[in-house]
């Protein structure tokens, strides 16, 4: 078990976080489509995109600074936005659907195109994001602005030719896959046979098939009979990034379903089930809602899986069931504040969580702003802050650290001073470099690794 | 928990206690300041509620009439583009309007 203790980031081989880019208004006054809601990287890392309460989607571009060099400043900038969700209305049960984008996967490039699906709370989209850099020119029967010619007035003929142009992003819809879901949809995942992609709802878990929206398959259903039965949901989901056969979902009770879908067509029984046992004698009110888990990830090597729950992120083995071998505090000093968490729902919050690209540190958000750098190989952890103030270009950052109780240091902050809401709920790893994007309520932030 | 510490029996029960003091401290300010919480912790009540999530509303007559009241406080959408196109004559593909940018674009993409 690790402990919490803070070290600073500083000498040896530790990595150094400098500040790169901010997008996203300074004003305060925060307009609800403007909340992030979700950050990914593609599998190269030259893309990255966000997905916000609006329902738009807004994807960045890498540009490397000087190519020549080995590690080199790089950039990201915008490259293509649109909307992907609007607001619906359920007419069966009058209520609002929101066009908040929940998730966004990328699909491994298979040509020049790039695709990703989007979801909000009930549909799954396919978007191809496409280049165009050159366009026909020399129609015989238009003129270049489009209106048409009037035939009688044609006597030659010329074979039209491609002319580049400035480069245009076209993003557009290729599947909607709609109505598979009763419940909200939290998590879809991409199967490593790149013709599949499972989508989770609070009850229910459904395998589609890329290419086809008028179908999918149930592979997991907890609803009871009797709804007064219900005991715990389903939140989060992934397939194994090798294995695509097996797929995980997390539950509100702080369990973790490993299922293999070659034993049957429903996987409602588990081949694992990954629990750490509790000390009964521990257990209080807050128990069984801080236990929920709010994000489970495989690890890139597909060994290991992390789960998030409201204090803590543990590291499993695949292999072993009844306990996690790493675990994490992310923020225990809130264990004495969980009172007022519950009160101002706080206590719900989903935070998110990632691997780097080789699996040695793993990264997660908190309150105030701050977020979490776990490194696994050499057991140190460290408090960073997302915040305006640390904006000078390639500026360090400075470790932070809260002080729980007693006596507080000269540059620690007391937990009561903490905003819970500024939250960092959604953070991404670039899947080979030390590149990180951290979303606040309504910026992105993208931290890279110094560079001498 | 605990390692291969040897305390007395009376040491060991002082550790326990201030060890889970501060969720079950927590607890019983909860308690105190709503003395009917649910009997079951975390159970139904809070998951209904999580399945529930979303506003709901009368009708859909309801719906766009919140829609219409929370858009006109929002920034203008771009104006109606040629509205005479209809009704004098047929129109055809090339004029009638985009797909209309109904919401302001991310300032992320700024």
Known sequence: ?452 | MSGGVEASTEEQQEMQDAVVSPEKTEEAKLKARYPHLGTKPGGSDLLRKRLQKGQKYFDSGDYNMAKAKMKNKQLPTAAAEKTEITGDHIPTPQDLPQRKQSLVASKLAV
């Open chain 1, 1 to 452: 078990v690790a402990a919490g203790f803070l070290m600073s980031g500083g000498g040896g081989n530790d990595v150094q976080w400098c500040f790169s880019q901010v997008k996203g208004a300074i004003d305060d006054d925060v307009a609800e489509a403007d909340i992030i809601s979700t950050v990914e990287f593609n599998h190269s890392g030259e893309l990255l995109a966000t997905g916000d309460k609006g329902g738009r989607v807004v994807i960045f571009q890498q540009e490397i600074e000087n190519k020549s060099q080995q590690q080199c400043r790089s950039e990201y900038n915008v490259y293509s936005t649109f909307q992907s969700h609007e607001p619906e209305f359920d007419y069966l049960k009058s209520l609002e659907i929101e066009e908040k984008i929940n998730k966004i996967r990328w699909l491994p490039q298979k040509n020049a195109a790039q695709f990703l699906l989007s979801t909000n709370d009930k549909t799954i989209k396919l978007w191809k994001i496409s280049e165009r850099d050159k366009r026909p020119e020399g129609y015989n029967l238009k003129e270049e602005d489009g209106r048409y010619r009037d035939a009688a007035t044609i006597t030659t003929l010329q074979v039209p030719v491609f002319r580049p142009m400035d480069l245009m992003v076209e993003a557009s819809p290729r599947r909607v896959f709609a109505n598979g879901h009763t419940y909200h949809i939290n998590s879809i995942s991409v199967n490593s046979d790149n013709e599949t992609y499972l989508s989770a709802d609070d009850l229910r878990i459904n395998m589609w098939h890329l290419e086809i929206t008028d179908r999918s398959f149930n592979i997991v259903d907890i609803k009871p009979a009797n709804m007064e039965e219900l005991t715990e949901v389903i939140t989060a989901a992934e397939f194994h990034p090798h294995q695509c056969n097996t797929f995980v979902y997390s539950s509100s009770k702080g369990t973790i379903r490993l299922c293999d879908m070659r034993a049957s067509a429903l996987c409602d029984k588990h081949s694992k089930l990954f629990e750490e046992p509790e000390d009964p004698s521990n257990r209080s009110f807050f128990s069984e809602i801080i236990s929920s888990i709010s994000d489970v990830k495989f690890s890139h090597n597909g060994r290991y899986m992390m789960t998030r729950d409201y204090l803590s992120v543990k590291i499993w083995d695949l292999n072993m069931e009844n306990r996690p071998v790493e675990t994490y505090q992310v923020h225990e000093y809130l264990r004495s504040k969980l009172c007022s968490l519950y009160e101002n729902d706080c206590i719900f919050d989903k935070f998110e969580c990632c691997w780097n690209g080789n699996d040695s540190v793993v990264m997660t958000g908190s309150y105030n702003n701050f977020f979490r750098m776990l490194d696994r190989s050499q057991r140190r952890d460290v408090t960073l802050e997302a915040s305006r103030e640390s904006c000078k270009p390639r500026q360090v950052l400075k470790p932070r650290r809260v002080c729980a109780g007693g006596k507080r240091k000269k540059d620690e902050i007391s937990v009561d001073s903490l905003d819970f809401n500024k939250k960092i709920l959604h953070t991404a790893w670039h899947p080979q470099e030390n590149i990180i994007a951290v979303a606040t309520t309504n910026n992105l932030y993208i931290f890279q690794e110094k560079v001498n």
